[in-house]
């Protein structure tokens, strides 16, 4: 008896695209006017900085409850979310004309994004396990194309209009057609495709070695998923730290560093992010077919990135190692979240999302602070030897990865919630 696949349709394989590409758009929006909603809400930069951390607050418990939401309700749920964000930037315009108000906005932009974050990215492992193509790279390195577009052209219509609530409304008019776009194409996709999923991971384990064989013994070292799953968001921590420190921070080395003009050292933040956004669908397929070898090469790459730029005696070497450090780790978190979550059934993946995401955006929030720290001690260049110490660390830990080796099977994950 042979099992059918029908081949996922077109609009159900763009949706992640959709997805990201709004989630690109609002963040590009955001970065741009950071200095108009300061100025809106009339606060010094120590009670802006405060009220910034309300992103964090707002974004790890709604990651970690949205990946249940997302297992019960359906992908859809990742539209309808992403919508959610644009209107919450609306209200966050209209809202900080008080600190309060400034507080409050930014809680719900937060909670907001962390929600769709963990939805979008579901979404698209979703679709990679159901096409078998790199959705996942693919799909963060139009999120970074957005980031850099949409942060241009938010700055070219602050400066015309020089009002936050015109720049958000217009955000949350692409970000919401987006999500409406991405409701549309996975309404009629089915939650749960198990058929799929037997015969994907048949085809996946002998192709590629991704697990354990089928007549290994159930007691030789098989750890538990919801482990590996912990340890696949402490090795993104790692990336994510790194990479969230080379684009807080370039523009500040190029300042301090080389004397910069600040139009010449916005530059540097400008270029990250498109060679992050070319270095992952260059590298898409590759993320897909040879993970840990990926891993490994962008390690590398980033270290080597961070060692250059510490040690740069000149702008241009300086931004070249900046290159450097976004070819490497661009690659980092969507390597670790297409291979964490190719083995896990559907019914599960929501849930597998938030543990890793989770995890991993601790080290996003950390990699700016832990920064910060060194570069007060050491000085801003000499820090992203730091940078460098990080992703040196994360080459030691891919090792670990073999867990997922004897984690034969993906277990559904219980209704516990997963401790992080």
């Not at 418990?61 to 990742?78: K, W």
């Amino acid at each position: 008896m042979s099992t059918t696949i029908t081949r996922p349709g077109r609009m159900f394989r763009a949706a992640p695209f959709l997805a990201f590409a709004g989630f690109g758009a609002f963040w590009g929006v955001w970065g741009a006017t950071l200095p108009l909603l300061r100025a809106q809400a009339g606060v010094s930069d120590a009670q802006f900085g405060i009220a910034l951390l309300l992103v964090a607050a707002g974004a790890l418990p709604a990651m970690l409850l949205t990946g249940r939401l997302v297992d019960t309700l359906g992908l859809r749920v990742a539209g309808v979310l992403l919508a959610l964000l644009g209107v919450m930037g609306v209200v966050l315009s209209f809202a900080s004309v008080s600190y309060a108000g400034l507080c409050a906005g930014i809680l719900a932009v937060g909670a907001s994004s962390g929600a769709a974050d963990v939805a979008i990215n579901t979404l698209s492992a979703t679709v990679e396990k159901r096409t078998g193509r790199p959705v996942v790279t693919r799909s963060h390195a139009m999120f970074s194309a957005m980031v850099a577009v949409s942060s241009l052209g938010a700055g070219a219509l602050s400066a015309m209009t020089d009002s936050l609530p015109v720049a958000f409304t217009a955000a949350a008019v692409v970000v919401v057609a987006l999500g409406l776009a991405a409701v549309a194409a996975t309404r009629s996709a089915p939650a749960h495709d198990a058929a799929h999923d037997a015969a994907h991971d048949a085809a996946h384990d002998a192709a590629h070695d991704a697990v354990a064989p089928e007549d290994a013994p159930a007691h030789s070292g098989r750890v538990s998923w919801r482990i590996a799953l912990l340890v696949i968001g402490a090795i993104g921590a790692l990336a994510f730290a790194s990479e969230n420190a080379f684009q807080t921070w370039a523009a500040v080395l190029l300042t301090d560093a080389f004397t910069a003009s600040p139009a010449l050292a916005a530059v540097a933040p400008a270029v990250f992010a498109t060679t992050s956004a070319l270095a992952r669908l260059s590298a898409a397929t590759t993320t897909l077919r040879r993970p840990i070898a990926t891993l490994v090469v962008a390690g590398v790459i980033a270290t080597t990135g961070g060692v250059l730029t510490a040690y740069a005696s000149t702008l241009p070497l300086a931004l070249m190692g900046i290159i450097a450090a976004a070819v490497g780790t661009s690659a980092l978190f969507p390597t670790l979240l297409s291979y964490g979550l190719r083995p896990v059934p559907d019914e599960s993946r929501g849930r597998a999302t938030s543990t890793i995401s989770t995890v991993a955006y601790l080290g996003y929030l950390a990699g700016p602070a832990y920064f910060g720290l060194l570069a007060d001690d050491i000085g801003v260049q000499k820090a992203f030897l730091g940078i460098a110490a990080l992703t040196a660390v994360l080459l030691a830990t891919i090792p670990a990865l073999s867990a997922l080796k004897r984690a034969r099977a993906a277990p559904s994950l219980d209704e516990t919630p997963i401790p992080t």
